[in-house]
């Protein structure tokens, strides 16, 4: 992380400032207390955990929001550089995939990154792999090591069990299993695979609500293979000291929560399709007596929130794609050597997956500004990825330029810079415009995928529908972002139609 005292190299300090330039258009210092921020995965009992989180710092009195972020990894992230105060983990989950070794002393080991832990909060959440029941019914299979004598079997898996030490590669390993058929996909769809019967087994959370919901088999981790994943809190040391009520609040769910419980509650949002705000709003208020309303506003409150985060995602990225993209179309107008280089490295950025380059851009951010998650890695993909439409039209605008009108510009005795700003720009701008458009509507529907990294806009309505299979809420997200399009795309043909010469 870069402190305040770090002299920077002048690439680096150049583009630092280009970035809290961009940034400050939408992202400033507002007045008043800085919110506690609880963290939040992409699973159902993350969320309802977050919602308690939530709830219990605005008990305390402090002003409160849930972020929602990918998996762990991110969420880590952004709790070690504040981006995040207090998560749900795992205990799992730390010793396995974020400390990779199981330390005698798990608090000293965590306070080292300026984090602490609570006491378990009074349920595991262990992993495990589940089947239907007729299904291993019909193969004779009653435990995990029973699979090796079906290598037929065909696996669908989330991709951070896929990748974790404690998920496939481990369990595969350590039961030493044949199976090869084996997929990624969202943990709701996969368990929705496995009872319409296009999977034989995924991995299951012990609290999930569909295990009952759906009558599946979990099979016994009969080589204890799996380590307890005790759900417990962590925080940030600086959380501690800016609002110890807070700690002290989020503390009161040690202990009150069985797995039993968390099973229901689970269902309730899964099978239900519930709001994860008001079942965690009921939950404290019968275990702990606080009266806290559902976290989550009405329809309206909600988009017009989650339109404003999808707007400082667009604005910001095409201002800054417009800032690069034109004078680079002009160098590569005027230097058709040069120009062919840059067409081919915006074109490359063009086809490289939106996600991977947005995920490319937690470390990179990190290492600019010091800060991972959230907005700066979103805008700074969408930039890169608005950048071909604008440079290519520009391009193309002034390449079509007839030689005679330069010249005679030229004879008029305008230099260079005169000519390309009175003459040629202004010819240009029709097509240059068409490239903005361009850029612009693939911005707002590229944009929603900012929710993997807790960026916020329409990705986190239609992230969170897609793990509750619930088409209403995917289409919270989906009709404003096809709206917002839209409005852009006539927003545009109007500026085009105004500034096209008359005929």
């Not at 984090?115 to 007729?134: C, E, H, P, T, W």
């Not at 993209?325 to 081919?344: D, F």
């Not at 004879?411 to 390309?420: F, I």
Request: proline letters at 7%; charged letters at 20%; one cysteine or more.
């Amino acid at each position: 992380m870069i402190g305040p005292r770090t002299r920077l190299a002048p690439p680096r300090a150049f583009a630092r400032g280009l970035l809290v330039a961009i940034l400050a258009t939408g992202f400033g210092c507002g007045p008043g207390e800085k919110p506690v921020v609880i963290g939040a995965k992409k699973f159902t009992e993350s969320v309802i955990l977050s919602e308690m989180g939530v709830a219990l710092a605005r008990a305390a009195g402090a002003s409160a929001r849930r972020d929602d972020l990918g998996g762990t990894p991110a969420l880590w992230l952004a709790l070690r550089q504040g981006d995040v105060d207090a998560y749900v983990e795992y205990t799992g989950t730390i010793t396995r995939q974020i400390l990779k070794a199981d330390p005698p002393d798990l608090a000293a080991a965590l306070a080292a990154d300026g984090v602490r832990i609570s006491k378990s909060l009074g349920f595991r959440n262990n992993y495990a792999l589940g089947m239907r029941k007729d299904v291993a019914a019909a193969r004779g299979i009653t435990k995990t090591s029973d699979l090796r004598d079906h290598p037929d079997l065909r696996c669908g898996f989330i991709h951070e069990f896929l990748d974790r030490p404690d998920g496939w590669p481990g369990v595969k390993a350590h039961y030493g299993l044949p199976q090869t058929n084996v997929q990624g996909m969202n943990h709701t769809l996969a368990y929705r695979a496995v009872v319409e019967g296009a999977l034989d087994v995924t991995e299951v959370y012990t609290t999930d609500g569909e295990i009952a919901q759906y009558d599946l088999l979990v099979l016994p981790d009969d080589r204890d293979f799996f380590p307890k994943y005790e759900a417990v809190w962590l925080y940030r040391a600086q959380l501690a000291e800016r609002r110890p009520d807070v700690v002290a609040s989020l503390l009161r769910l040690e202990g009150r929560i069985t797995e039993a419980q968390m099973q229901t509650l689970n269902a309730a949002v899964q099978g239900e399709k519930r709001d994860e705000g008001e079942v965690a709003a009921q939950f404290l208020q019968s275990s702990l007596g606080l009266h806290a309303g559902p976290i989550e506003g009405s329809l309206p409150g909600r988009l017009l929130t989650t339109t404003g985060e999808h707007l400082l995602l667009v604005v910001p990225s095409l201002l800054a794609a417009i800032f690069l993209a034109v004078p680079l179309g002009i160098v590569a107008a005027r230097r058709p050597g040069l120009g062919r280089i840059v067409l081919a490295v915006v074109g490359l950025l063009q086809t490289i997956p939106s996600l991977a380059l947005l995920l490319f851009m937690i470390p990179l951010m990190m290492w600019l500004i010091g800060r991972g998650t959230g907005a700066p890695p979103a805008i700074a993909a969408l930039t890169l990825y608005s950048l071909l439409p604008i440079v290519r039209n520009t391009h193309a605008g002034l390449t079509g330029i007839p030689r005679s009108l330069r010249e005679s510009a030229q004879a008029l005795g305008l230099p260079p810079g005169a000519v390309l700003r009175l003459v040629e720009i202004p010819l240009a701008a029709p097509t240059i415009l068409a490239g903005v458009r361009t850029a612009a509507v693939i911005n707002v529907g590229t944009a929603t995928l900012g929710g993997f990294i807790g960026a916020g806009g329409y990705g986190r309505p239609i992230l969170r529908g897609i793990d509750k299979f619930d088409v209403p809420l995917m289409l919270e997200g989906a009709i404003p972002a096809a709206l917002m399009a839209m409005a852009i795309e006539a927003l545009f043909s109007l500026v085009e139609r105004a500034s096209s010469p008359p005929r």
